[in-house]
């Protein structure tokens, strides 16, 4: 799949915040499921000036943002439509946002969180060269969960 990134617009953050849903338990990443994140998600000011929006043949298909944690490491969030999960797209998903982070940006690692039983994330993401560095609880969705950190350099 080929794919464009462009700036993730309100209209485009609306959608991704209250029209996908996930079936279970892959549930846990629906916007809502957090009101915390909701708000953060959909609130251009908290948003900044860094998440992203992938699109194929038109459709808005996925999107991505990326914080500094600290110098020279990026965090990266992300998601795919729920439609195209578990469908094989991931790997050519996340090399174009790799790809795009590595033009775009200055960092010399890249970071993201998991939670450990998205097994299918954890081996697209260990596909690409990402690596565990510890595993940690986190309050979330009204809830703790087990999340696992994994890096990537760039």
Known sequence: MNYTI??????????????????????????????????????????????????????LVGFFSVDEKKEKTGVLGLGMHPDLTGQGYSKSFLQTILAHIKAHYDYDTLSLSVA???KRAIKA??????????????????DVFEFVRMERLL
């Open 6 to 59: 462009r700036k993730l617009t309100q209209r485009e953050a609306l959608t991704i915040a209250y029209e996908w849903h996930y079936t279970p338990p892959y549930d846990f990443y629906d916007m809502e499921a957090d009101e915390e994140d909701l708000a953060m998600f959909i609130d251009p000011k908290q948003r900044k000036n860094n998440a992203y929006s992938l699109h194929a043949s038109q459709r």
């Open 116 to 118: 450990t039983f998205n």
């Open 125 to 142: 993401y260990k596909n690409l060269g990402f690596k565990e560095k510890e595993s940690f609880m986190q309050t979330t969705n009204g």
